[in-house]
């Protein structure tokens, strides 16, 4: 099983980022997906997730609005898009489903 990040960046305050995670070796349509995030000297913490079927999603409050997460199981990916960044979004960002965990994709928000 294999969870794979990308998309981290060094971004200024206001921009955008997209982050993807490539899922392989599990049954990917039928798993809850989410993203954490993880700042220094922080706890990691739920970020969004996204549910199989019907797809419900949900949020951070501190992101919310901000963040949308979605998923394209012909891909086996599921992505987190990230608009109007702040410094406070800085952190490594980690899929995961089920007990698995990708190896994170670091994000900077910085002038």
């Known amino acids: 099983v294999q969870l794979v990040e990308s998309g981290g960046d060094l971004v200024q305050p206001g921009g955008s980022l997209r982050l993807s995670c490539a899922a392989s070796?599990?049954?990917?349509?039928?798993?809850?997906m989410s993203w954490h995030r993880q700042a220094p000297g922080k706890q990691l913490e739920l970020v969004a997730l996204i549910a199989n079927g019907d797809r419900t999603t949900n949020y951070a409050d501190s992101v919310k609005v901000r963040f949308t997460i979605y998923r394209d199981n012909t891909k086996n990916t599921v992505y987190l898009q990230m608009n109007s960044l702040e410094p406070e979004d800085t952190a490594v960002y980690y899929c995961h489903a089920n007990e698995y965990w990708g190896q994170g994709t670091q994000v900077t928000v910085s002038s």
């Open positions: 070796g599990l049954s990917f349509s039928s798993l809850l």
